[in-house]
Structure formats: structure tokens, C-alpha cells
């Protein structure tokens, strides 16, 4: 196998740790669709003819479009802001002010803020104020070689850049799709972590993505999911074949960090 392409992005959760169980789900010569793409680990991991990378997060498909149209001056306005000695909680009040939400400025932003965070995670209040706390970081990586290989398969592959909601991604997929799915993750109590986004997600939501899938396989499409395994994800996706696996965790508030039991559910055309 070869060696595995990192994310410029922190990402909690990111799949570049088990990209090795995902890659063989995904079958060659598809178009590859990503409602939740994130730190985008799986995108530059997958060999596909096209790709649709969505995401509700427009500060995230803001900062891919960027990448994507202008990599010179994305890197050139982002290294500004790692090289100079900078407040963290000064830049984050700045990027919360409102303002037009698609720019060089707030991409740049968006990077540092991600690298320069708490364990790289990205959360929202419910006023779409970004409130994550500053990490406790030695040392910060300046990702320039991630944002060159990713700007890359960004620049160099069919790939098209979407902001909107994971019922409307999925609305494309037909025969010959792959819809993979990493939703923020349900709990054994029917809750979920809600700042990624002002809106949140949660266990309907979950159900609705469900739905959304099964008729993007009736369609041809085949869905694949990541999410944990207990008794609702099993019960949402019942349908679904459902694979176990260890994830290694990335961010744990009591500190435990021992793998993490999750599944890939697969949904494809002969089992409906």
C-alpha cells in the first residue's frame, strides 16, 4: 500500500488513521462523493474519475476554493500570519467579526486558527462565533508540503467544490457513485457533538442521512458510513452491512485514549 497523504488540517476524527480498512470499500473508476469531507484525509487517499466535496462548514469549502484557485497567495497570506507574533484570541475575534464569508483573509485565518487551537478542532456556538480555545502547543507545523500535495489533487483532478447540506450532496449521486459519509458521530445516548456547525447534528439528523442514502442506492449510488458502534448507529443503519473496526483516538476529554470501537456500514444496489 502506499504511504498515506495527510490533511493540511487538524481534524478530530480525520480518517487518515484507518484509511487503510476504508480504501478497500472504495471501488475504482467512480465518482466519489463527499457530504461531510472535513480535513478532506479520505479525498487525497481515494483513486476516483471525479470528485464532489461538500461540507455545511462554509469557513472549511471556503478555504479549499482558495487552495484550489490560488495556492500562492493562500500559502503567501497564511505563513504571514504563523510568522508573526500574533494574539491567538486577537486573530479569532477577528475572524468572527461579520464580514463577507468568502475570502483570502479568513482562509488564511481558518488554517491558523485550526493549527494553532485545541487539538485542532473546529466548533461553533449558536451565533456561528468559532470558540475554541487556544492549545497548548510547543511547537506549531507550518503544513507546506500537505497544502502543495493537496492543492494538487485539488488542481489535477475532476473535483468540484460545494457549500450546502448533506441532503442536497447526496441528491447527486446516481449509478456509478460512491457517497461516503462522516457525520459528526452519535453517541449510546442519542446525542452528538453539535459544534461543527451553529445548527448541529443529532440522532434525526443521523436518520434523515440514512434516508438520504437509501435513495441514492436505489438510484445505482453505493453509500458507505463512518460512525460509532452502539445500539442507535445499528439501529439507524440496520439496513446497511455493518463492518467493525479500531479507530485510534484523537481528541478524548477524560484523557483515555484507547482505540475506539466504530463501523463502516456499506449500503450497495444488490441489497435493497
Not at 488513521?17 to 461531510?36: A, V, Y
Request: charged share 20%; net charge neutral.
Amino acid at each position: 500500500m502506499e504511504k498515506t497523504q495527510k490533511s493540511f488540517l487538524k481534524w478530530p476524527g480525520g480518517k487518515g488513521r484507518i484509511i487503510d480498512k476504508l480504501l478497500p470499500h472504495f471501488p475504482e473508476d467512480c465518482q466519489f462523493i463527499e457530504p461531510f469531507v472535513g480535513a478532506g484525509n479520505v479525498f487525497i487517499n481515494v483513486s476516483a474519475k471525479s470528485y464532489i466535496l461538500a461540507d455545511s462548514n462554509q469557513d472549511l469549502i471556503n478555504t479549499y476554493s482558495w487552495l484550489k484557485d490560488d495556492l500562492v497567495a493562500l500559502y503567501n497570506a497564511t505563513k504571514e500570519l504563523f510568522n508573526t507574533e500574533n494574539d491567538f484570541y486577537d486573530i479569532r475575534n477577528q475572524f468572527n467579526q461579520p464580514k463577507f464569508r468568502w475570502s483570502l483573509k479568513l482562509a488564511a485565518q481558518f488554517i491558523y486558527l485550526n493549527r494553532h487551537g485545541f487539538n485542532g478542532i473546529c466548533r461553533y456556538n449558536k451565533n456561528g462565533q468559532f470558540n475554541v480555545p487556544k492549545g497548548n502547543h510547543k511547537n506549531i507545523y507550518f503544513p507546506e508540503a500537505e497544502l502543495v500535495n493537496f492543492n494538487g489533487k485539488l488542481l489535477f483532478s475532476d473535483t468540484t467544490l460545494l457549500h450546502c447540506d448533506f441532503t442536497k450532496t447526496i441528491e447527486l449521486a446516481a449509478a456509478g457513485s460512491v457517497v461516503y459519509c462522516d457525520p459528526p458521530y452519535l453517541t449510546k445516548h442519542r446525542d452528538s457533538f453539535v459544534g461543527y456547525t451553529p445548527s448541529g447534528f443529532c440522532y434525526s439528523d443521523t436518520e434523515l442521512l440514512a434516508h438520504c442514502l437509501h435513495d441514492a442506492v436505489s438510484r445505482g449510488a453505493i453509500a458507505i458510513v463512518s460512525n460509532c458502534d452502539n445500539s442507535s448507529t445499528r439501529d439507524i443503519f440496520h439496513r446497511f452491512q455493518i463492518h467493525e473496526i479500531d479507530a485510534p483516538r484523537s481528541v478524548a476529554a477524560n484523557g483515555n485514549r484507547k482505540p475506539a470501537r466504530e463501523i463502516i456500514a456499506v449500503l450497495t444496489p444488490d441489497m435493497i
